[in-house]
């Protein structure tokens, strides 16, 4: 079946560092790939998306490229601040499906 | 105002006691989802509906109930409520049609049950 892994948190690093949080799939087709952030006391909301292999999908500074050799979709920023200090989810859908993976926490650290 | 408003936002309640959680939205979208959020295990679907005439099961049914009275409202309801249904529970939209759509979810109900 189909299903998203990915890193587990807490991710901690300090203000400025690049990030990476990993997200692969798994999928018997062609999924759409999305990140989501939830921040404190908030619902989660959509960072980016990325519907077809080799799509960018990028908001915020944030970036993620669907690879479909790979079968992931990595999100990445190059300088991150306090201010994205949140839980990270990657998911998939597909066939009216969603798939989320487990949440990654970030701590920015100033 | 929010797109996804869910009520109330926190909840205390007692084992036993019978609970509701209302969800409406303005989006205007067909689909409406219902998870629950417990730390390390990210989201789970409890219940999910495609319209007004059609209510689905998700992956932890068992212990809830749902209602959708309108396009617009869909509502969650625990009939005797435990204390591992404690959790933040979500309410979600999303338009019909094609699978590129992402999810809009409401702040979250934050549930105790004593």
């Known amino acids: 079946g189909n299903s998203v892994t990915q890193m587990e948190g807490p991710v901690t690093l300090s203000e400025e560092a690049f990030l990476t949080i990993n997200c692969t799939y798994t999928?018997?087709?062609?999924?759409?790939l999305f990140w989501y952030v939830q921040y404190p006391g908030e619902g989660l909301q959509l960072l980016l998306k990325?519907?077809?292999?080799?799509d960018k999908g990028s908001n915020k500074g944030f970036e993620a490229t669907y690879r479909k050799e790979t079968t992931s979709f990595h999100l990445e920023k190059g300088s991150v601040q306090v201010s994205d200090s949140a839980v990270y989810f990657c998911?998939?859908?597909?066939?009216?499906?969603?798939?989320f993976g487990k949440g990654t926490r970030l701590h920015i650290l100033p | 105002d929010a797109d996804v408003t869910q009520t109330p936002r926190n909840r205390i309640t007692k084992t036993g006691k019978r609970i509701m959680l209302e969800c409406s939205q303005t989006?205007?979208?067909?689909?409406m989802y219902w998870y629950r959020q417990d730390p390390g295990l990210g989201l789970r679907l409890i219940y999910y509906?495609?319209?007004?005439?059609?209510?689905n099961k998700g992956e932890i049914s068992d212990g809830y109930s749902v209602s959708r009275q309108a396009q617009a409202k869909f509502s969650l309801s625990l009939e005797s409520a435990i204390p591992n249904q404690t959790a933040l529970y979500f309410c979600?939209?999303?338009?019909?049609?094609?699978?590129?759509?992402?999810?809009?979810f409401g702040d979250g109900t934050r549930l105790s049950i004593l």
């Open positions: 979600a939209t999303r338009p019909g049609g094609e699978s590129n759509q992402p999810q809009h």
């Open positions: 999928a018997t087709g062609y999924p759409s």
């Open positions: 990325a519907t077809k292999a080799d």
């Open positions: 998911a998939l859908t597909m066939d009216d499906k969603i798939i």
């Open positions: 989006k205007g979208h067909d689909r």
């Open positions: 509906s495609f319209d007004v005439k059609d209510i």
